[in-house]
């Protein structure tokens, strides 16, 4: 067996001596893992890092083994994310909520392309923190917990929608939430595609979409927590929004 591929390095382990296993995210076959021989190496190894992006050859014996990944460096993104504690959180964000989401070898190519996409924006901080909002929202959607927020639940009107039932997902005017009001999550307008996309408004959208990841779609995934390092990243746009 063999393919070709190009990929999202999501994490590294060590196997054996000097060799590693990688755990990769491809557009045509999905999140992978293989062997990279002399993974360690000094020639190697820098190559290697979360977030780098490669050129893959994978093969096995049988297509359920693990087998074995050559490669060529495509381009690194951590001299990006090194530089900055924002851009070095947001990737590590990104690569682990795919580590925690994604099963083994089921593409997802429209995912794929919007991750590899929003790890290009790493470098460029006044565009980043929102595109990172969308793309959490793709990824919700994508595993099949999408929000709706285009008409309110209650009462079937397209404006003045401020809030989000944490039960459907969906939309609440001020006026259809009546006595549940304390129970709603924001919907900050940025959510809406609206608005000037302030740091602030950001990290209170992202809030109401880490509800629904920890409510709905950890439970899916063996009830595990989720990634600490997506806490980690709301606290660094909280901190910058107040700088």
């Known amino acids: 067996m063999e393919w070709r591929d190009t990929g999202i390095l999501l994490a590294t382990r060590r196997h054996g001596e000097t060799s590693l296993i990688l755990d990769v995210f491809t557009p045509t076959h999905g999140r992978h893992a293989g062997i990279v021989r002399g993974g360690t190496s000094r020639k190697m190894a820098p ?16 297509e359920d083994h693990i087998g074995a990944f050559t ?108 006595n549940w009001i304390h129970h709603l999550l924001p919907l900050p307008p940025v959510l809406l595609g609206q608005g000037s996309s302030e740091d602030a408004e950001i990290a209170e959208a992202l809030v109401t979409t880490g509800y629904f990841m920890e409510h709905r779609l950890a439970p899916q995934m063996g009830d595990k927590p989720l990634p600490e390092a997506r806490a980690r990243l709301l606290d660094r746009i909280r901190a910058r929004a107040k700088a």
């Open 47 to 62: 190559h290697l890092q979360p977030g780098a992006q490669l050129d893959l050859r994978w093969r096995a014996r049988l």
């Open 71 to 178: 490669f060529e460096p495509q381009r690194s993104r951590a001299a990006n994310a090194l530089g900055d504690r924002l851009a070095l959180a947001g990737l590590n964000a990104v690569v682990a909520l795919l580590r925690f989401c994604l099963p083994e070898r089921v593409p997802h190519g429209a995912l794929y392309t919007l991750s590899e996409q929003l790890l290009d924006l790493l470098g460029q901080p006044d565009l980043w923190p929102l595109a990172y909002l969308r793309w959490e929202q793709a990824l919700l959607e994508e595993m099949g917990f999408a929000l709706d927020l285009t008409v309110c639940a209650v009462t079937g009107r397209t404006e003045g929608l401020v809030y989000v039932s944490p039960k459907s997902g969906r939309a609440v005017t001020a006026e259809g939430a009546g």
